[in-house]
């Protein structure tokens, strides 16, 4: 199995002016992020808004940032619907793909068992080592912690991106499930409560601006430095909130355009954030050192 990092940023899916994916400018975005501290990217996720690409879009889109970046590439390939989700994921393992993201399904509000047996059905379809999504806020439904301990006795369940926000839930998915089950935070603002509840790591927004920072605060927390740990943590606190003013990925893509990395606007349904929102986001990028390596802004 091909080792997961602490950091892994769920990466925007760039357009171009007609609307369409930027497959060039998605590998320059991975490769400058692998260069800003991150071990991986998850393509095709939330902040990828993957509800408005094609499967044929996705799948082009794995195989042109797994060429360019060659490990870490974590494929988001679940949906509401199991076969699909079975589909897809066996076609970004002939891809390559490292690893593919769960999420949990969303509109058709299963109970726990059918999660269960959703993400069960797709674990054992596949060789790929499979991350469960649970993001409640987006779906609806909340992945309960006795349904991710249950789930982490299938080999190839490795982990869990936790977006719930229920640190008492994520206390129980740490304690409860089997050793060496990766724990991500799902939400910028909580990685280092779960890091010191013995989590393992981000997928992190934040990180297509803050990554050196991100990286450098995992590793110290994990060398014991949590007084500094807590720092950068406080100091990314407003970047943090700003990125989600609106609906995310609407401010990380257009505070990287700001920044000097255009890609694009967000497909309809969602749109450009607004006057209020736009100056929320500039002024948390103007008071914080944020940036892609200079080579990459152009």
Avoid: W
């Avoid at 109970?111 to 959703?118: D, F």
């Avoid at 606007?265 to 100056?279: F, G, M, N, S």
């Amino acid at each position: 199995m091909t080792s997961l990092g602490r950091l892994i940023t769920a990466m925007v899916t760039p357009f171009d002016d007609k609307g369409e994916v930027d497959y060039e400018r998605a590998r320059k975005l991975a490769r400058a992020l692998y260069d800003s501290g991150s071990d991986g990217v998850v393509l095709s996720g939330t902040t990828g808004e993957s509800p408005t690409l094609s499967k044929e879009e996705k799948l082009r889109l794995f195989a042109e940032v797994k060429s360019e970046v060659g490990a870490g590439v974590v494929a988001g390939t679940g949906s509401y619907n199991t076969r699909e989700s079975i589909e897809l994921t066996g076609e970004a393992e002939r891809i390559g793909v490292d690893a593919a993201l769960l999420v949990v399904p969303y509109y058709n509000k299963p109970p726990q068992e059918g999660l269960y047996q959703h993400f069960k059905a797709i674990a054992e379809s596949t060789n790929l080592p499979c991350i469960l999504y649970n993001v409640p806020g987006r779906t609806g439904t909340n992945l309960a912690a006795e349904t991710v301990v249950r789930l982490s006795q299938i080999d190839n369940i490795v982990g869990v991106k936790e977006a719930s926000g229920n640190l008492e839930q994520i206390s129980k998915i740490i304690q409860g499930t089997r050793d060496g089950f990766l724990v991500y935070s799902g939400n910028d603002g909580d990685t280092l409560p779960i890091l010191a509840l013995g989590g393992y790591g981000v997928i992190s927004v934040a990180s297509h601006l803050a990554g050196v920072q991100i990286k450098e605060m995992i590793e110290k927390c994990l060398n014991g430095q949590l007084g500094e740990a807590a720092q950068i943590h406080r100091n990314l606190l407003p970047l943090v909130e700003a990125l989600f003013v609106v609906a995310n990925p609407i401010p990380v893509k257009y505070a990287l355009g700001y920044m000097g990395f255009p890609v694009g606007k967000p497909r309809l349904p969602l749109v450009e954030p607004d006057e209020k929102a736009r100056a929320t986001i500039e002024s948390a990028l103007k008071a914080y050192p944020v940036g892609l390596p200079s080579g990459y802004l152009k």
